[in-house]
Nanobody, 124 residues
Framework: QVQLVESGGGLVRTGDSLRLSCAASTQTFTSYALGWFRQAPGKEREFIAG????????LYEDSLQGRFTISRDNTKNTVYLQMNSLKPEDTAVYYCAARWGTVSSRDEKYYREWGQGTQVTVSS
């Protein structure tokens, strides 16, 4: 098992940037692929990005690629989500998730471990 704790959310303005972090408590961090998801009020949770165990293969939701970048630091047991040019429609609770295995996925059903989420609010 792995416990995930997100941080870095907050209230920002349109056009600002934020970097979310997700720290994992596990001795086997590289056994997990990781993903970021978000859920806006009244909407289903959606995939943002995923990264494989080594950090050299990434997946993105097509509409977010270019503004959002996922990365991981296996020496720190941490995965990041860099978010640039934020828009009000990016307002949501952001979750990181871990999937046992080397390859990430767009489908949340493959992720068994989830963080508690961090709120990101983008004002216009």
């Amino acid at each position: 098992q792995v416990q995930l704790v997100e941080s870095g959310g907050g209230l920002v303005r349109t056009g600002d940037s934020l970097r979310l972090s997700c720290a994992a408590s596990t001795q086997t961090f590289t056994s997990y692929a990781l993903g970021w998801f978000r859920q806006a009020p009244g909407k289903e949770r959606e995939f943002i990005a995923g990264v494989n165990w080594r950090g050299d293969r990434t997946l993105y939701e097509d509409s977010l690629q270019g503004r959002f970048t996922i990365s991981r630091d296996n020496t720190k047991n941490t995965v990041y989500l860099q978010m640039n040019s934020l828009k009000p429609e990016d307002t949501a609770v952001y979750y990181c998730a871990a999937r046992w295995g080397t390859v990430s996925s767009r489908d949340e059903k493959y992720y068994r471990e989830w963080g508690q989420g961090t709120q990101v609010t983008v004002s216009s």
